[in-house]
């Protein structure tokens, strides 16, 4: 008697699982972009703000200065968590993809999906790869604000203050490069998540 074969098990997919795991994980990744993109402007708009003091104490505003590099900090290892876990989800999607179309009977089908695999899964990887090397450019970003911070906090003076005017220019000149590399990052993210959903209509 004719028996069906294996792969008429009821067997289901575990690509839409393994997909909503990695676009959540990217859309939280996207979120930490937006959140480090606006903590970078608060922090540097607090340090300009201690530069530009004309009169009255200094406390105060290095005091805020202090606050918002602190939560820059924060937010960048939420952001570095976030990216591994954003790439750890990603490889497991694709390669259940790739595992899955193998067992795809129909040739005309499984090339489709293995050209549709190919083009997502370089998007993805090189989103992967333009995070890792903004967290190489971030990190020495935020070392260089804490330095500033030190030097600043032991001769909170106006004469201090100017003395760091270079210093705070380069910071400054640093934080256009990073936000705009966040920026891009984030638009980079925006499409892949609007290749990846499974939304219809508007």
Known sequence: MW????????????????????????????KDLMKNLNQVTETLAALNHIAKTGEGDLYKPY???????NRTADNSQSLRKHAKDMAVKGRQYFDTWEKELSNVINSDLRSKGEERRGELSKTFNRIANLAEEFQTA?????IDLTDIKT????????????????YITKANNHAKIITKSLQELADEIDRLTNALSSRIGP
């Open 3 to 30: 028996s069906a074969p294996s792969f008429f098990s009821g067997y289901a997919s575990a690509g839409p699982k393994n997909k909503q795991k990695a676009v959540a994980s990217i859309e939280e990744f996207h």
């Open 63 to 69: 005091k805020n200065f202090v606050k918002q590099l």
């Open 138 to 142: 971030y990190q020495p970003f935020i």
């Open 151 to 166: 030097a600043i906090g032991n001769d909170l003076t106006t004469t201090g203050v100017v003395s760091l005017n270079p």
